[in-house]
């Protein structure tokens, strides 16, 4: 018996069954020259279904836009040589009895003027603002909108066509669908603004456009966030009533997990219960979620940066399996756990970390 143990139970969305409740969360690699992912990416993937996850959902890729990445090495999702990459991908992932769906991306104005595969291409956003006070473009007008709208669509095509097994699409961190949600970098006065119920259509739509180009049991996420890399103490719902009004034309135009973005997955969202994120939305909605944030680890992505030493391996793990045994959510996105230890998954199940309480080098050492 394992701590763990309740995590390695089946879950099953749409068409999709797996295995346990392990989620490889997507994390920017720039490892793919030209934007095509090669075989090194291909491996890296395939290790870690061999270390046991149950669903890999790829780092950021970007659509079909010229203005969609920021970075030269970070892969596409178009064009004949990157889709052949992917496949390979596919490929790998499959033949280890794996499932992995692609998260489909686009920057927005986080990408700067001259950056990327297409440098003299302009940011696009919803108000061309980087950040309250910060232009960087001109707004996009209402047929950019509907190019991006559309390219979102073509991603989820070409992601089920390749053999993928749900799609996700990238809502979160102050990127472009986040950036209609903000009402810091959104300050349109037409359809695709307004206020915050209002300022979700431009996702509702993708949503819409994605759902209408995969079948009808094709899994589609939507990774969001409260916080912005612009702005870390940004929320976009300050209360659970507001959350609710958010989430609900999300879930009308398709959604059908949420993936929900956490720096921290054992804080309480709102004052008054001790839900976190993902626990507040499947409540309101009934929609399964996926809980991420610093799982395993004992301080969070930011504070990483500036904290020196290896992280506690085992960190929080029981009041994870705690707060999935009381319903808070269905599926735990993984990150740097994943990246330091390709085995994280099988060495959780085997209860390698089931008292690992405390970092010391001592523990640690036998386990990487």
Request: glycine share 10%.
Given at each position: ?368
């Amino acid at each position: 018996m394992s701590l763990l143990d309740p995590l390695f139970t089946p879950f099953q969305v749409g068409r999709l069954t797996l295995p346990n409740r392990f989620v490889m969360a997507p994390m920017t690699r720039s490892k793919s020259p030209g934007q095509v992912p090669g075989a090194d990416v291909a491996a890296y993937y395939r290790r870690r279904v061999e270390g046991g996850v149950g669903l890999l959902v790829t780092e950021g890729t970007s659509i079909d836009h010229p203005a969609a990445a920021n970075d030269p090495q970070v892969p596409r999702f178009h064009g004949d040589d990157a889709l052949a990459g992917w496949a390979n991908v596919v490929k790998e992932v499959k033949a280890a009895g794996g499932h992995i769906v692609p998260q489909i991306w686009h920057v927005g104005t986080v990408r700067k003027p001259g950056e990327g595969r297409n440098p003299d291409v302009a940011p696009i956003g919803p108000s061309g603002l980087f950040k309250p006070g910060k232009k960087t473009s001109e707004p996009a007008s209402d047929e950019e909108i509907a190019d991006l709208i559309a390219g979102y669509g073509r991603a989820a095509a070409n992601a089920e066509r390749l053999g993928f097994d749900g799609v996700e699409l990238h809502g979160a961190h102050g990127y472009l669908i986040d950036q209609f949600f903000w009402d810091g970098t959104n300050q349109r006065t037409d359809s695709y603004g307004g206020d915050m119920v209002q300022r979700t259509r431009f996702a509702a739509d993708a949503v819409r456009a994605v759902r209408a180009a995969v079948s009808p049991d094709f899994p589609v996420i939507l990774r969001w966030s409260q916080w912005k890399q612009q702005d870390y103490t940004a929320r976009l719902a300050p209360t659970p009533d507001l959350l609710e009004a958010f989430l609900e034309p999300l879930t009308d135009a398709g959604v059908d997990v949420f993936h929900c973005s956490t720096r921290r997955f054992w804080e309480a969202e709102f004052d008054g219960s001790d839900l976190n994120l993902a626990g507040w939305v499947r409540k309101l909605t009934g929609k399964p979620t996926i809980t991420v944030g610093s799982v395993g680890l004992d301080i969070d992505f930011i504070t990483s940066f500036t904290k020196s030493g290896q992280q506690n391996a085992g960190a929080n793990l029981k009041g994870l399996v705690e707060r999935f045994e009381r319903g808070e959510f269905d599926l735990v996105a993984v990150g740097r756990a994943l990246i330091a230890n390709p085995d994280w998954v099988n060495k959780a199940h085997a209860g390698a970390f089931d008292q690992l309480e405390d970092y010391t080098p001592e523990k640690l050492g036998a386990l990487f």
